[in-house]
């Protein structure tokens, strides 16, 4: 059975923003040893160090809106590439501001580890 890229790339990104939003700490059993995040410019690899980093994030509850999730297929080993658009916001009094995510997610058995992640927000 073939692989649809963008259901998954869908389902993943459901996945992600609804597990960062209301269980951030959960995340970590998306990354292995080989993983690595950048965050606003700084680079954490492994699980402990990219959970140590989510978690060390200044607010406690957030809510992702996600615009675009646009994804291709990558390499031979069927990993894919995910690019996310959207808005977070931190609090209900807060406005939201606008970020960017790119995901580079790899086959691991029967679903997918993020290999590498890089998080921007988008200021203007």
Do not use: W
Request: glycine residues 10%; aromatic residues 12%.
């Amino acid at each position: 059975m073939a692989m649809d890229p963008d259901a998954v790339a869908k389902a993943f990104v459901e996945h992600y923003y609804r597990t960062f939003d209301t269980n951030r700490a959960a995340l970590v059993g998306l990354y292995q040893d080989t993983s690595m995040l950048t965050f606003e410019g700084q680079k954490f690899q492994g699980p402990a160090a990219i959970a140590g980093k989510l978690g060390s994030l200044p607010f406690q509850h957030c809510e992702h809106q996600i615009v675009t999730v646009d994804c291709q297929p990558s390499g031979p080993q069927g990993g894919m590439l995910v690019f996310v658009s959207g808005s977070i916001r931190t609090g209900p009094e807060e406005h939201p501001i606008k970020f960017s995510q790119a995901f580079h997610l790899l086959p691991a058995g029967t679903s997918f580890y993020v290999q590498n992640d890089m998080f921007r927000l988008n200021y203007g």
